[in-house]
């Protein structure tokens, strides 16, 4: 069975192999992390994913890197994660394929660190994205988020967001998504710091999108459960569009303004561009995604070139990072769009 999976996902990879003069036209700068002129030609680069194919913030990277790195002749390898069997799959297949460079998502921990040694053992460079890899032998960079932290300075800002806005009683409803731990880490720890902070407000419900039809449905539950509910608080950009959704289908676009809220998650082009319409979708969490992964790779190639050694001056304190994290309203919303 490993080994019918391991054919399929090869011929996945064969067809996503992309290579010089596809994706687009030019290097581009990406404010100042884009590619250099002193940058290796060439470079073989494996990317596995989970939901690579579908994730507005993967397609919106996928986009930039082959605007980037095609003109230098890179070819990417791209897998989108289906499950935790397909780490070990893609991770064999990135080997035979003599990456250099591999960009591997952290959603599935301990596949992912299972197979870092053989990245190591292999010569190849790894970039971790979105999970904790500190001291993980074959981790040569590592971007990422703590959820609980993140959480928290999401729940706090919207309990500001809360006080200065909603008269009388805040009823606030999170939806979660409990079949991801790091996700419902994310919806809790809003919860707590949201309870914590509101002056006068309280969290009714933390709804889980996993379960039922569609996230929206989840939202719709929600909102029927509890129809006096004046706040919404997400965990990721896909659920926040959907919240929004379910929100103005029970009206609150009608209600008047700053009235009820929804307050979404990673401040995707979608996302930015409803709170651009100026309606109860009040704002979003950006996380410098893009930016941090371009700054990822960057350094990832200067370790490749460096002959896979670090460059002079790095600390083990240098090797993992957190995103950083600001709330996105409307009046910065414009600035944010189609950017970085």
Not at 212 to 240: F, H
Not at 244 to 258: F, N, Q
């Amino acid at each position: 069975m490993k080994r019918l999976l391991a054919l399929i996902l090869a011929a996945a990879m064969a067809i996503s192999v992309v290579g010089c003069g596809q994706g687009g036209s030019s290097a581009s700068g990406a404010g100042g992390s884009g590619a250099s002129a002193g940058q290796s030609e060439g470079l073989k680069v494996g990317i596995a994913f989970a939901g690579w194919n579908t994730n507005q913030n993967w397609l919106q990277l996928r986009e930039l890197l082959h605007e980037t790195y095609d003109p230098l002749g890179y070819t990417f390898y791209e897998v989108d994660l289906a499950s935790a069997e397909d780490v070990p799959v893609a991770a064999e297949n990135f080997i035979s394929a003599g990456c250099d460079i591999v960009l591997l998502h952290g959603h599935y921990k301990e596949a992912a660190a299972a197979v870092l040694p053989l990245f190591k053992e292999a010569g190849i460079a790894v970039g971790m994205v979105d999970n904790d890899f500190k001291g993980y032998d074959g981790m040569t960079y590592c971007v990422r988020c703590d959820d609980v932290e993140t959480g928290t300075f999401m729940g706090q800002e919207v309990a500001k967001w809360v006080n200065e806005n909603i008269e009388g009683e805040a009823i606030v409803g999170i939806l979660g998504y409990e079949a991801m731990e790091a996700f419902g880490s994310r919806a809790w720890a809003i919860k707590d710091a949201m309870e914590a902070n509101m002056e006068n407000g309280r969290v009714v419900i933390v709804g889980d999108a996993s379960v039922g039809d569609s996230q929206m449905a989840s939202a719709e539950n929600m909102l029927s459960a509890y129809p006096d509910m004046n706040v919404m608080v997400t965990i990721a950009g896909s659920m926040s569009v959907a919240c929004y959704e379910a929100c103005k289908a029970a009206g609150w676009d009608e209600r008047p303004k700053d009235s009820c809220g929804v307050f979404g998650w990673d401040a995707t082009d979608d996302e930015l561009n409803i709170i651009l319409e100026d309606n109860c979708f009040k704002a979003s969490l950006d996380l410098d995604l893009q930016h941090q992964y371009m700054i990822l790779m960057e350094k990832l190639i200067e370790y490749v070139e460096n002959g896979n050694q670090y460059p002079e001056g790095v600390t083990e304190d240098d090797l993992q990072w957190d995103y950083p994290m600001k709330l996105v309203y409307i009046d910065e919303a414009e600035d944010y769009l189609g950017s970085l």
